[in-house]
């Protein structure tokens, strides 16, 4: 059974630095891309960034380019979501997903953490 568990949201101040973590347990990931996504109340989920974790190339979104940058540790099977320069129009709960890289869709998701930056 597939399970990704992420931590490390909170409250933060604007310009502040923030690191979210994805765990991920269930079956091995080879061949799999891990995405990160958000989503504020009243609005769509937005995509923040994926990386492959075969592979190691990373693709974000528009509005985190350059302050956000997506890793990961094959040993641990956790991937990282590191949050540079944080914004109050960055605060969402966010999730990590996983799909098989000849998919589209998502298929596995996480809870969610809370992240909420301050003016």
């Known amino acids: 059974q597939v399970q990704l568990v992420e931590s490390g949201g909170g409250l933060v101040q604007a310009g502040e630095s923030l690191r979210l973590s994805c765990a991920a347990s269930?079956?091995?990931?080879?061949?799999?891309?891990m995405g990160w996504f958000r989503q504020a109340p009243g609005k769509e989920r937005e995509f923040v960034g994926s990386i492959n974790w075969s592979f190691g190339d990373t693709y974000y979104g528009d509005s985190v380019k350059g302050r956000f940058t997506i890793s990961r540790d094959n040993a641990k099977k956790t991937v990282y979501l590191q949050m540079n320069s944080l914004r109050p129009e960055d605060t969402a709960v966010y999730y990590c997903?996983?799909?098989?890289?000849?998919?589209?869709?998502?298929?596995?998701w996480g809870q969610g953490t809370q992240v909420t930056v301050s003016s």
């Open positions: 269930g079956r091995t990931f080879s061949g799999y891309v």
């Open positions: 997903a996983a799909r098989h890289s000849s998919q589209h869709e998502y298929r596995y």
